[in-house]
């Protein structure tokens, strides 16, 4: 088979590239799932946009903070000064973002941002967005979308990316293509290192952010939470590790997250207050560091999370931070009698001394007694503690101008190349790949 472009991926970046690339390219998507299933579909979140230019400043450092620095600084700044675009684009497609009372667009506060930029669709942007994208992209005559067809192998040559070996019906398949571009999600980030692996590529990747959910009364977090709607803390411990809290959810309810069959705990918070809850749930997240030989910080990562799973049968643990202090494990009747009822009732009272390496644990304690002298309250006996949570960092390649990897032709873009974080900067990735495509391709 051969073809033009040869696109694996389905998520924002890669849509988003396909509906870039000229009318006279054949394009072939493929996709190891159904295409609905993509990580894009799954966020929650809303999408920003740069309202006016004195903003600018401020939506590029929230941006990176956001990120914990490692967006791509070069993809960042291509997202801001093209949101405008993208957000018209998006709502040309179909894509109906929530509107105030006379009709213009209604922005919002999220995550790390300082001011009123987020735009969103009920509490599924994510799956608004990519679908109308999704839509789009199927009713382009030059574009083939192959589902539940992974890629197996690269096809290349003399350091020149010539195609890649797909699994279509059981049967591997030759794809010969003029340029290759692997857009995975942010669950494909082990498969992507694989892959560039097996072709001599190097990648960086020695972090790995390993934490609690912690859970307390609306009335605790009052202050912080009318002023800052989320406040960004940084702690160094005595350990020598770093501290950070990290996605606040007013009125929000704890959840669990499917990470590649690996059960996490992660928050979430709902626009309509109806559906709120008592309570205020963040993340505190230690970061871990590794030095060589050690290059697994991710499945380092699983490891700690799917032992919290054996000891939840199949879920994650809750604990009272009373009964952390007093080194017990918390039990169903205690969790009862504690003033902090849990949002997640499916969550097993257990003991994360069990689970989390001593210096995450006694880092994670400093942590919140620190805190209780911003927001006093916060380090009683009754705040719940989910576990476990952890935000895994994509393997990064090395990339030249228009995300083109070392090797000629074979481009990278999206989460799961550690290159983009979000849906929108992920979407402006797409567009500089396509862009590249263009103008280099013979």
């Not at 735009?119 to 009713?139: A, F, P």
């Not at 393997?395 to 083109?404: D, H, I, M, N």
């Amino acid at each position: 088979m051969k073809t033009d472009v040869l696109i694996v991926g389905s998520g924002c970046s890669a849509l988003y590239m396909a509906l870039h690339l000229p009318e006279d390219l054949n394009i072939l998507m493929v996709t190891k799932k159904e295409a609905e299933l993509s990580d894009s579909f799954l966020a929650q979140g809303g999408i920003c946009m740069l309202r006016n230019e004195d903003d600018y400043d401020s939506y590029f450092e929230d941006t990176m903070k956001a990120g914990h620095y490692e967006n791509d600084a070069y993809s960042v700044e291509l997202m801001i000064k093209s949101s405008p675009d993208v957000i018209h684009d998006l709502i040309n497609y179909g894509v109906d973002f929530e509107r105030n009372e006379d009709g213009s667009l209604a922005f919002t506060r999220e995550g790390a941002h300082s001011q009123k930029r987020i735009l969103y669709h009920e509490d599924i942007t994510g799956k608004e967005i990519t679908r109308h994208l999704l839509e789009k992209v199927r009713q382009k005559k030059n574009v083939t979308l192959l589902e539940n067809t992974p890629l197996v192998d690269l096809i290349v040559r003399g350091n020149v990316a010539l195609g890649g070996v797909i699994k279509r019906n059981n049967q591997e398949e030759k794809v010969y293509a003029k340029k290759v571009v692997l857009a995975p999600g942010r669950d494909g980030s082990a498969w992507l290192t694989k892959v560039l692996s097996n072709q001599g590529l190097k990648l960086y990747n020695n972090q790995v952010d390993i934490g609690v959910r912690v859970e307390t009364s609306n009335i605790v977090m009052e202050e912080i939470n009318k002023n800052l709607y989320e406040g960004k803390f940084v702690y160094n411990t005595s350990v020598g590790t770093k501290v950070r809290t990290f996605c606040s959810n007013p009125s929000g309810h704890v959840v669990i997250e499917n990470h590649s069959g690996t059960m996490l705990a992660n928050g979430h918070a709902y626009h309509d207050p109806k559906l709120g809850s008592k309570n205020t749930n963040f993340a505190l997240l230690v970061s871990h560091t590794f030095s060589e030989p050690f290059n697994e910080p991710n499945e380092f990562a699983h490891e700690i999370s799917r032992l919290a799973n054996k000891l939840s049968n199949g879920s994650v643990i809750v604990q009272r931070y009373g009964d952390i202090k007093r080194g017990r494990r918390t039990t169903y009747k205690r969790l009862k009698e504690g003033y902090t009822e849990p949002t997640l009732p499916e969550a097993v009272p257990g003991d994360l001394g069990l689970v989390l390496p001593y210096n995450t644990m006694k880092s994670i304690i400093e942590m919140i007694e620190a805190l209780d002298n911003v927001t006093p309250g916060i380090a009683n006996e009754h705040t719940l503690l989910y576990g476990v949570e952890a935000k895994f960092y994509s393997a990064r390649p090395k990339v030249r101008e228009g995300f083109e990897s070392e090797i000629d032709d074979l481009y990278v873009a999206g989460d799961g190349a550690g290159l983009t974080r979000g849906l929108a900067q992920a979407g402006a990735n797409g567009i500089l790949v396509a862009r590249h495509i263009v103008e280099n391709i013979k």
